[in-house]
């Protein structure tokens, strides 16, 4: 049977397989339309037939536009905030001649006849730079103590080139401000913000002449406010920000997004001398204070106690027989000072001033020097266990000896 049908297998596998490549090369006899060929990306598209029926149009997406930003909204650019700023803002180069120490073998004549009467210059010229900020047509300049401190020549460089000579009006170390004036017309003027409306977050500009090269302007923001207990004034209440502040700084403005003095940049935190993004300035408030005592009385007036306080711990609480660690501790009593007059001693602890807790003694100080000096202040104090009332008359704060004696 198998024998009988072998010689029709090979001609009905070959018909089946014949059928298949026709179908595939002719869809059209079973009905079906033929498929459009395979692209290949190196032969150009041929324009395909039109369809005949066009399918529904798709809806076009709701995009939301964002309303153009202009420079007054400041993320864009700041430059409105500078140009009214900056030409208000100065270049101090302070100078300063100094006794230079005497090589031990100038002392020994037998060198000094090879030099005769023309002995080496034993004096020799420091300067320094900083920056400062023109607060007044009168030519009143903000800048920092430390910035002109024993200078014997100050200069001052304007942004637009003019160049003078700046008296010293006033200097206040404590809180490290100083007052010169300039002798020029027409003199650019910043606009003062008032630095109780500075708030944490806001955009912060500082301009000044950073290691000398020129005017600069970083930016940053405001990063802390009331900053205190740093060591570096007497009377701190600093405006903290990262914007970069760097050696020659010093004196220079910080400004708002609207260009107005928030502050003068004074000093910053930095392991390596330049800008690691904590810098301190002094606030206007403060600073506008001090500049209206050096220019009308030619020093700052602060109240005073005569006293030295000590902070108070919670050992020194529990000697003193206190349930918990307040007031300070009087280390120490100015003889016939304010203090001493009152009959406060060494040993007692102040626990009240004014009827006002102390809870800091800085801020309490603080709160002293802004009392009018001869006004009566009424003291809460512990000695011996025993609570007292003492009032005292005021008096007023010496001003602090200049490291450097101005000539």
Same mark, same amino acid.
């Given at each position: 049977?198998?024998?009988?049908? =072998?010689?029709?297998?090979?001609?009905?596998?070959?018909?089946?397989?014949? /059928?298949?490549?026709?179908?595939?090369?002719?869809?059209?006899?079973?009905?079906?339309?033929?498929?459009?060929?395979?692209?290949?990306?190196?032969?150009?598209?041929?324009?395909?037939?039109?369809?005949?029926?066009?399918?529904?149009?798709?809806?076009?997406?709701?995009?939301?536009?964002?309303? +153009?930003?202009?420079?007054?909204?400041?993320?864009?650019?700041?430059?409105?905030?500078?140009?009214?700023?900056?030409?208000?803002?100065?270049?101090?180069?302070?100078?300063?001649?100094?006794?230079?120490?005497?090589?031990?073998?100038?002392?020994?004549?037998?060198?000094?006849?090879?030099?005769?009467?023309?002995?080496?210059?034993?004096?020799?010229?420091?300067?320094?730079?900083?920056?400062?900020?023109?607060?007044?047509?009168?030519?009143?300049?903000?800048?920092?103590?430390?910035?002109?401190?024993?200078?014997?020549?100050?200069?001052?460089?304007?942004?637009?080139?003019?160049?003078?000579?700046?008296?010293?009006?006033?200097?206040?170390?404590?809180?490290?401000? =100083?007052?010169?004036?300039?002798?020029?017309?027409?003199?650019?003027?910043?606009?003062?913000?008032?630095?109780?409306?500075?708030?944490?977050?806001?955009?912060?500009?500082?301009?000044?002449? +950073?290691?000398?090269?020129?005017?600069?302007?970083?930016?940053?923001?405001?990063?802390?406010?009331?900053?205190?207990?740093?060591?570096?004034?007497?009377?701190?209440?600093?405006?903290?920000?990262?914007?970069?502040?760097? +050696?020659?700084?010093?004196?220079?403005?910080?400004?708002?997004?609207?260009?107005?003095?928030?502050?003068?940049?004074?000093?910053?935190?930095?392991?390596?001398?330049?800008?690691?993004?904590?810098?301190?300035?002094?606030?206007?408030?403060?600073?506008?204070?001090?500049?209206?005592?050096?220019?009308?009385?030619?020093?700052?007036?602060?109240?005073?106690?005569?006293?030295?306080?000590?902070?108070?711990?919670?050992?020194?609480?529990?000697?003193?027989?206190?349930?918990?660690?307040?007031?300070?501790?009087? =280390?120490?009593?100015?003889?016939?000072?304010? /203090?001493?007059?009152?009959?406060?001693?060494?040993?007692?602890?102040?626990?009240?001033?004014?009827?006002?807790?102390?809870?800091?003694?800085?801020?309490?100080?603080?709160?002293?020097?802004?009392?009018?000096?001869?006004?009566?202040?009424?003291?809460?104090?512990?000695?011996?266990?025993?609570?007292?009332?003492?009032?005292?008359?005021?008096?007023?704060?010496?001003?602090?000896?200049?490291?450097? +004696?101005?000539?």
């Amino acid at each position: 049977m198998r024998r009988a049908l =072998a010689p029709y297998v090979w001609p009905v596998i070959t018909g089946i397989l014949l /059928a298949i490549v026709l179908l595939n090369a002719f869809p059209q006899l079973l009905g079906r339309s033929p498929m459009p060929p395979a692209l290949s990306p190196t032969v150009s598209e041929a324009p395909s037939p039109a369809p005949t029926s066009e399918p529904a149009p798709r809806p076009t997406p709701e995009v939301r536009q964002a309303a +153009p930003l202009s420079r007054d909204q400041g993320p864009i650019s700041y430059s409105d905030a500078v140009e009214r700023a900056a030409p208000a803002v100065v270049n101090i180069y302070s100078s300063r001649v100094v006794e230079r120490e005497e090589h031990p073998l100038m002392s020994d004549p037998f060198f000094r006849q090879f030099f005769g009467d023309e002995l080496p210059s034993q004096q020799r010229l420091l300067s320094s730079l900083g920056s400062g900020v023109i607060v007044s047509e009168d030519g009143y300049v903000l800048t920092n103590h430390h910035v002109i401190d024993g200078a014997d020549e100050i200069q001052v460089a304007l942004r637009d080139g003019r160049e003078t000579l700046a008296e010293v009006i006033g200097t206040d170390p404590e809180s490290d401000l =100083a007052v010169l004036r300039i002798d020029i017309e027409e003199l650019p003027v910043i606009s003062l913000s008032d630095s109780e409306d500075v708030a944490v977050g806001d955009v912060a500009l500082a301009i000044g002449n +950073p290691f000398g090269v020129g005017q600069t302007v970083t930016m940053g923001i405001i990063s802390a406010t009331g900053r205190s207990h740093l060591g570096l004034n007497a009377y701190e209440d600093f405006v903290q920000t990262d914007a970069a502040i760097n +050696p020659g700084n010093s004196g220079g403005a910080l400004v708002n997004a609207e260009g107005a003095l928030v502050g003068i940049n004074t000093a910053i935190f930095s392991r390596s001398g330049g800008s690691q993004g904590v810098g301190f300035a002094i606030p206007t408030r403060l600073a506008s204070s001090i500049l209206d005592d050096l220019v009308t009385q030619g020093r700052v007036i602060r109240g005073w106690l005569g006293i030295e306080a000590q902070e108070m711990t919670p050992e020194l609480a529990a000697s003193f027989g206190l349930n918990a660690p307040r007031g300070v501790v009087i =280390a120490g009593v100015v003889p016939e000072g304010p /203090a001493a007059r009152a009959g406060l001693r060494p040993g007692d602890v102040l626990l009240a001033v004014d009827g006002r807790p102390i809870l800091d003694a800085r801020e309490t100080m603080s709160d002293i020097a802004a009392v009018e000096p001869g006004s009566e202040l009424p003291l809460t104090v512990v000695r011996g266990g025993k609570t007292l009332d003492v009032t005292l008359e005021v008096g007023e704060r010496p001003t602090p000896q200049l490291r450097h +004696p101005q000539s």
